[in-house]
Antibody, heavy 123, light 107 residues
């Protein structure tokens, strides 16, 4: 079955950097767009970034543009999120999520989620 | 950005009740709406997409309706496992926004 496992979270000072990883299994990773979605404590989810199945297109929510970079390695079935210039408002559980649609039919519907990794930005 | 507003924020209900949650979009999103269920300490779970399509494996007591700017999630005959927080999410625009959530609690 589909399995997504995030890693790389932790405590970082404002202005610092972290790289999150998401190991995928149980489906043909290279056929699906992937997303990062975050959830601040006590808040609703917030979509962060999208990457097309082949890495050809990437989109970001406005608040992270220029600071975060989504990437993928289809040979390793792994999704990444490089986070630079971190701010307090970036504190959240970060989830990787699989898109519901295959290849060109990505829909930005999140049908499988990992367990999440906590990022805390604090001095 | 398209803003999504859910009501109510909290809903108290009993097992067996019929429950309805509303989600309103700040502008038309056609039928590009999904619903998720989230329990404490776990990731959200997809229930409904394209406003009314039931995700595989989701019990048929869950249903969705609506289009344009107003949508509803209905749970027929609420079960103990259904006490959770529910979120709507639009995917019409690149911003892909969620509502603030509706917590369904035991009366």
């Amino acid at each position: 079955q589909v399995h997504l496992v995030e890693s790389g979270g932790g405590v970082v000072q404002p202005g610092g950097s972290l790289r999150l990883s998401c190991a995928a299994s149980g489906f043909t990773f290279s056929n699906y767009a992937m997303h990062w979605v975050r959830q601040a404590p006590g808040k609703g989810p917030e979509w962060v970034a999208f990457i097309r199945y082949d890495g050809g297109n990437k989109f970001y929510t406005d608040s992270v543009k220029g600071r975060f970079t989504i990437s993928r390695d289809n040979s390793k079935n792994t999704l990444y999120l490089q986070m630079n210039s971190l701010r307090g408002e970036d504190t959240a559980v970060y989830y990787c999520a699989k898109d519901h649609g295959e290849t060109y039919y990505s829909e930005s519907i999140f049908d499988y989620w990992g367990q999440g990794t906590l990022v805390t930005v604090s001095s | 950005d398209v803003q999504m507003t859910q009501s109510p924020s909290t809903l108290s209900a009993s097992v067996g009740d019929r429950v309805t949650i509303t989600c309103r979009a700040s502008r038309s999103i056609s039928s590009w709406l999904a619903w998720y269920q989230q329990k404490p300490g776990t990731a959200p779970k997809l229930l409904i997409y394209k406003a009314s399509s039931l995700e595989s494996g989701v019990p048929s007591r869950f249903s969705g309706s609506g289009s344009g700017t107003e949508f509803t999630l209905t749970i027929n005959s609420l079960q103990p496992d259904d006490f959770a927080t529910y979120y709507c999410q639009q995917y019409n625009s690149n911003s892909r926004t969620f509502g603030q959530g509706t917590k369904v609690e035991i009366k």
